[in-house]
């Protein structure tokens, strides 16, 4: 936060913001940077309360908590003439909301953990555990960060500031779809988890199997709707007849294997959840940095703003081969290890 506060002209510039766009983003982010504190207490409580046993729970909060950001912005850019600090300001309110909740769930309701003194004590093994597991996700949105600098700078290089916010809209439209997906991993993880730990292999891979066909699934449908209807879909976020139309072609191209994504997500995912946390780094990392990174720079200089836009289709498809062949070779040694089991029975 303090960093971001000092630093925030060179943070934005470097992110590819210009000079027509840099007072915006200014704006936005001087707020928003001060709601860090309950960003990150309300994102470690849901995730937290999920793996407590309360699923229903964890999602209420998040509804509630996107719901309330909804109305807010309503209320702060139309009503309130509060404009683009008004948005941060109702991400702010929504984000606090969730972190108390969490917190009451542990100090006032029914939770299976409590929150104790002599349980804030920092334990070094448990420390770099859970460390050594979350790295992958860790690297993954530091990766995405890194990976946003560059996608930026070659929309602006190749395409301006109506291409920077045809990026902002489409990534706007795959958050929407993704989330569900994120939900199915995210609620798959310590179903798998749990299970792999009592060597019940036969319901991880069911788990897997469940999880990846239904992702696929809805991914799919978005794909078809994406594909078949993408104005009214970019006509929700913007209605500038230019920016519609370089973001209804710059969706079409860039979520061209949106299908396929699914088999990534799921798989990156699971090899965390059994704790493999070097697969899972490679994983997480392989599709957003180490095969987009170098289409995000090679492909442009040969294809101009296409490139920009086919540079993620063929990380996903690359990165998906990749991720197939793990999580094989993954389930295959759990049926090894099933057999060596019932023949000592």
């Excluded at 004590?121 to 560059?150: D, E, H, R, W, Y």
């Excluded at 996608?151 to 395409?159: E, K, P």
Aim: proline residues 3%; glycine residues 10%.
């Amino acid at each position: 936060m303090v960093v971001g506060l000092i630093f925030g002209n060179q943070i934005l510039q470097l992110f590819g913001a210009s000079e027509g766009s840099l007072q915006y983003a200014k704006a936005y982010i001087n707020v928003i940077l001060l709601g860090t504190m309950f960003n990150l207490i309300g994102f470690v409580f849901n995730s937290t309360i999920r793996g407590d046993g309360n699923p229903k729970l964890s999602a209420t909060i998040m509804v509630v908590g996107c719901g309330l950001n909804i109305v807010l912005d309503a209320v702060f850019i139309f009503v309130l003439n509060f404009g683009i600090q008004g948005a941060a300001l109702a991400t702010i309110i929504s984000q606090c909301v969730t972190a108390v909740w969490g917190l009451t769930y542990y100090t006032k309701g029914k939770s299976n953990l409590k929150l104790h003194k002599a349980n804030l004590k920092l334990n070094k093994s448990l420390v770099l555990t859970i460390a050594a597991i979350g790295s992958a996700p860790f690297a993954m949105q530091l990766a995405a960060s890194c990976v946003q600098v560059i996608s930026n700078n070659a929309l602006r290089t190749y395409g301006g500031d109506l291409a920077i916010g045809a990026m902002a809209t489409i990534n706007s439209i795959i958050m929407m779809v993704g989330m569900p997906i994120v939900g199915i991993s995210q609620g798959a993880q310590p179903i798998i988890g749990f299970n792999y730990g009592c060597k019940k292999y036969d319901r991880v891979e069911k788990t897997l199997k469940l999880a990846t066909i239904t992702a696929t699934l809805g991914l799919t449908i978005g794909w078809l709707i994406v594909q078949f209807y993408p104005e009214p879909i970019v006509s929700m976020f913007n209605s500038d007849a230019e920016l519609v139309s370089i973001s209804v072609d710059g969706i079409r191209k860039y979520l061209i294997m949106m299908p396929l994504i699914g088999i990534s997500m799921i798989g990156s995912n699971y090899i965390q959840s059994i704790g493999n946390a070097k697969q899972a780094m490679f994983l997480g990392l392989l599709r957003q940095v180490i095969l987009l990174v170098p289409m995000m720079l090679i492909l442009p200089k040969f294809l101009g703003l296409n490139g920009v836009w086919f540079s993620q289709p063929v990380a996903d498809l690359i990165s998906c081969i990749l991720t197939f062949i793990l999580v094989s070779r993954e389930i295959k040694s759990h049926r090894v290890k099933d057999t060596d089991v019932e023949n000592v029975a």
